[in-house]
């Protein structure tokens, strides 16, 4: 039985019992999301396809339950997907016969070198809730996000979890957090796929999977303005991972300035250490007798430090990673779509390549303090160099910039618009240069 459909029974059966109990109805919640969403990229220079193209309507219904009332206290959570599509012409949605589909969209067939998308597609997602004083633990459809496991919501419906996990607050300003995931729906997937990574996760027959990702950690808050945070996380057969994090917020003179400083340390795990249907991507130098091997085991540390400073409307910030090892910086990768919590997980790229040394700097402006609240811009550059392949270093750059107005009162609250716009350029051989525009409507009605 999938966690899911065990979550929704013992919940129910619970719930029937107890429907009316005070807080479960009056604490529930239930809220219908609207996304509008066009994509365009322009693949640069090579060959194959240039253009790829697309545009969806996203409807995501969610119902979040209040509890029961006891000592023991029970809740069910459920979100329903639904997505249309309004464009994807065959030969500009991006799909092949080695993909996941469209960016955005399944396939109806891959028959050919480019597949049509799906007209629409759905998913049902459930949740059973179990709560103890200050302590939760969570069974079913999840969607989860710290230092090692990030859900992805970069298109038109967002990425989904299904396992189980457990967050504690019982110790004042201790958070504890455990979990199990088994498997992931992508956010162009109506099935749960197994969890890979990068260099192992073809959706051919090749690919390789696993079905347990554990996680846990601890965020701590030292003071008011300094937190300590500390990870594991380990996909079974392929990586295990620990992050260590501080966060410093500082008053200086009239605004803000927050330092974040990470640190990952990533090794193989099982399979990945001996068997090449597991390797991961990146570079191997250590090994001269293998010159041109471009896969092997997870290999990584990775340093970084980003800081913003906020004043009067305006966010400056600057910032540095730098990953040391044989191999990329691995993180939980289907190949449909995926996200990280690294300070370079942007629009296009990620820069967490062996050996890369990556600087940035952003800028945003919130125009509230002009008196147009709700209107915001900003635009970020970064620039990585010294990344390991097998003929010499080489180097990328990208640059984006947002301008997003969310409507803050009256008729029209929540309504939101948006551009995001990319350009990465790279010198790395085999690899297309990529500008990408992206415009997004969003509404979000509340329901209960």
């Known amino acids: 039985m999938k966690k899911s459909t065990l979550a929704l029974a013992v919940a129910v059966g619970v719930l029937a019992q107890q429907a009316s109990a005070a807080g479960f109805i009056e604490d529930s919640k239930a809220t219908l999301g609207l996304r509008n969403f066009y994509i365009n990229t322009d693949n640069r220079d090579g060959t194959g396809q240039n253009k790829s193209e697309e545009w969806g309507q996203g409807f995501d219904l969610r119902f979040i339950s209040g509890y029961t009332q006891g000592t023991v206290q029970f809740g069910v959570d459920a979100i329903a997907l639904y997505g249309v599509r309004l464009d994807s012409g065959r030969g500009t949605n991006g799909a092949t016969t080695t993909s996941y589909g469209s960016s955005m969209f399944p396939t109806e067939s891959t028959s050919g070198s480019n597949s049509r998308a799906v007209p629409d597609f759905a998913s049902l997602g459930l949740t059973g809730k179990v709560k103890v004083s200050q302590t939760e633990l969570k069974i079913g459809t999840l969607q989860p996000n710290n230092p090692v496991i990030k859900t992805n919501d970069g298109r038109l419906l967002p990425q989904t979890f299904t396992g189980g996990e457990l967050k504690s607050n019982e110790i004042k300003d201790l958070t504890l957090t455990g979990g199990l995931i088994n498997a992931a729906k992508g956010r162009n997937s109506t099935n749960d796929e197994g969890l890979s990574i990068a260099g192992a996760n073809n959706p051919t027959s090749t690919g390789r999977r696993s079905n347990k990702f554990y996680y846990g950690g601890a965020d ?86 980003l800081a913003l400073y906020s004043v009067e409307g305006h966010t400056f910030g600057a910032g540095y990673q730098y990953t040391k090892g044989d191999s990329d910086f691995p993180w939980l990768n289907q190949g449909d779509g995926s996200s990280n919590s690294t300070i370079t997980d942007v629009q296009i790229q990620k820069f967490a390549r062996a050996g890369e040394r990556t600087w940035q700097a952003r800028y945003a402006y919130d125009f509230a303090k002009l008196g147009v609240p709700g209107l915001t811009a900003g635009v970020t550059y970064l620039h990585g160099d010294n990344i390991n392949t097998t003929t010499g270093d080489h180097s990328e750059w990208e640059r984006d910039i947002s301008l997003a107005y969310v409507v803050p009162e009256g008729t029209f609250k929540n309504l939101g618009f948006a551009w995001k716009n990319a350009m990465w350029r790279t010198d790395l051989p085999n690899t297309r240069s990529q500008d990408e525009n992206r415009l997004i409507v969003s509404y979000s009605i509340p329901l209960l």
């Open 220 to 305: 701590y808050k030292i003071t008011k303005d300094l937190t300590a945070s500390y990870y594991y996380g380990e996909l079974k057969d392929f990586y295990s991972q620990n992050f260590l994090g501080l966060v410093h917020n500082w008053a200086i003179g009239p605004g803000v300035l927050k330092s974040d400083l990470r640190y990952y340390r990533s090794r193989d795990n099982g399979s990945n250490g001996d068997t090449a249907a597991y390797y991961t991507s990146g570079w191997y130098s250590d090994h001269p007798t293998n010159a041109t091997k471009v896969k092997g085991k997870v290999d990584n540390d990775l340093y970084s430090y």
